[in-house]
């Protein structure tokens, strides 16, 4: 009897302790609880603030920015820093889908030239363009749209549906159901996840930043578009980028000049490397040497501004010649089978340009031409608060900062615990 007494005086005496202990777990999960909870609605809320982008800008530029006014905005598009960030994550993804069209047009020649299948298997957005035809009523073969879903698996994958359950919608002529769900064909995710660990290997050992200022070039002629064959007076395009000079007649004449440069420098490494020209270049300098430096200049210059007068009217002009041999010893203007494009050309002359003068310029092009006030997009919404917790079974108060935000352009948010 004297055992069992002393054992109940001495859980009598743990017993409140435990359930202090317990009231303060208690208590405490419920602090938690409201934690988390507040964050996640601070969160919804920025997700919210940031989905009301400017869909012009978006449209036309492919850039993200929500207009705004000071805190709790962040990052505008005027900092060059954010604008670059902002360019360079766009053609991130830009440069995916550019490499998916590249490997669907290899595959597309394979099946072509070994098999000889007319099959354009790995064409994604010929898929969704096709989907949608079916959606709208349009006469579709849909076996051959079921055989290209097949085949895409590789690569591709279904958001909204699976492809067995679109598989059977389209059998069974259930179009109602189909747009219910929306169906859109994506890039896999291994694949953007092997492609995010290419592009950090590549910067990694990009040591002149080679990748970055194609990004940029490709940016440029890409989303403002290139004069010199459009009618447009009112608009910067990528040739400002390129010169810096918003007359029009004075920015022609500095890209003929440009380009006729660009062409000069190709034009007399090619007469040094290439057997041919050099041998017909010696030849007519009679082994004198300065009298091949002078030919190989006149002869390289002709050729030049054969190369500019081509190329301003979009005919292809290679970097390297070869046996196709230069245009100024043939009688008339050569057609030549490849060859790189005007844009082409451009975007070598934009990876000159110093980053600095690039950015500047790129502020001025977007505000030109959309009449935006750069200092007013913001790329990111954070918050930060305080929450006050006060104990109801015991007497204390507990204050927690609650701090993070959303970001366009970069991942890492602004989370703080």
Known sequence: MKERGSVSVFFLILLPFLLILALFLVEFSYYRFLFHRHRAQMYLYADQVLSDFERPLFL????????????????????SDVLKDSIL????????????????????????????IELEVFDLSGLNRELQSILDGESVDIPGFLLKLAASSAYARLEGVSARELEQLLLAGDLEAIRELSPVFVIK?????????????????????????YQLADYAVDYLGYSLTKAERDTLHSEYILTGV???????????????GLRMVFNVAEI??????????????????????????????????????????RRPIPLYKGEEGFQSFSFGRKNYREGWAYPDYLKIMLMLVPESWYLSRMKNAIEHNFEADLTSLYTAWTFHEEMTFTGKVLPYEMIREIKGGLSYVYESGFIEY
């Open 60 to 79: 036309e530029l492919g850039l993200f920015a929500v207009e705004g006014e000071g805190d709790p905005f962040h990052d505008p598009l005027s900092e």
């Open 89 to 116: 994550r766009t053609m991130e993804g830009h440069l995916l889908l550019e490499g998916v069209y590249f490997a669907e047009d290899l595959v597309g020649e394979f099946m072509r030239e070994k098999m000889h």
């Open 189 to 213: 995710e291994e694949i953007r996840k092997s492609y995010s660990t290419f592009l950090e290997y590549a910067k990694k050992y990009d040591v002149l930043n080679v990748l970055g200022s």
């Open 246 to 260: 918003e007359e029009r007649t004075l920015r022609r004449a500095l890209m003929t000049a440009e380009l006729f």
């Open 272 to 313: 040094l490397v290439n057997p041919q020209l050099r041998e017909k270049v010696e030849a007519a300098s009679f082994g004198d040497p300065r009298l091949f430096i002078l030919e190989t200049l006149v002869l390289a210059s002709a050729e030049s501004g054969f190369d500019v007068s081509d190329i301003l009217q």
